[in-house]
């Protein structure tokens, strides 16, 4: 099972980014996928989460209404589209997923946010 995230850079504040993670290696569908992220010198913290069988969504209030997670099973992949981008939303952001029991991180993509 791996997890490979991407599509982080440096946008402005509200501007858009959209963020990948391919995932490969499931054999089945029945869990659930999503972004953490962490800020420098801050905890991790949970962002979105998506059911890939049903597609039931999860957001933390702080993204609620500006972020969107979506799943393209088609090409395992997860997206999280970002919108009206704040500077509080500066961090590295990982896809993560608990599989079977066994949990798993995908490298982190760096997202900054500053004019």
């Known amino acids: 099972v791996q997890l490979q995230a991407s599509g982080g850079g440096l946008v402005q504040p509200g501007g858009s980014l959209r963020l990948s993670c391919a995932r490969s290696?499931?054999?089945?569908?029945?869990?659930?996928i999503g972004w953490f992220r962490q800020a420098p010198g801050k905890a991790r913290e949970g962002v979105s989460r998506i059911s890939v069988r049903s597609g039931a969504t999860y957001y933390a209030d702080s993204v609620k209404g500006r972020f969107t997670i979506s799943r393209d099973n088609t090409k395992n992949t997860l997206y999280l589209q970002m919108n009206s981008l704040k500077p509080e939303d500066t961090a590295s952001y990982f896809c993560?997923?608990?599989?079977?029991?066994?949990?798993?991180w995908g490298q982190g993509t760096l997202v900054t946010v500053s004019s």
């Open positions: 993560n997923t608990d599989y079977r029991g066994r949990v798993y």
């Open positions: 290696g499931f054999v089945y569908d029945d869990y659930d």
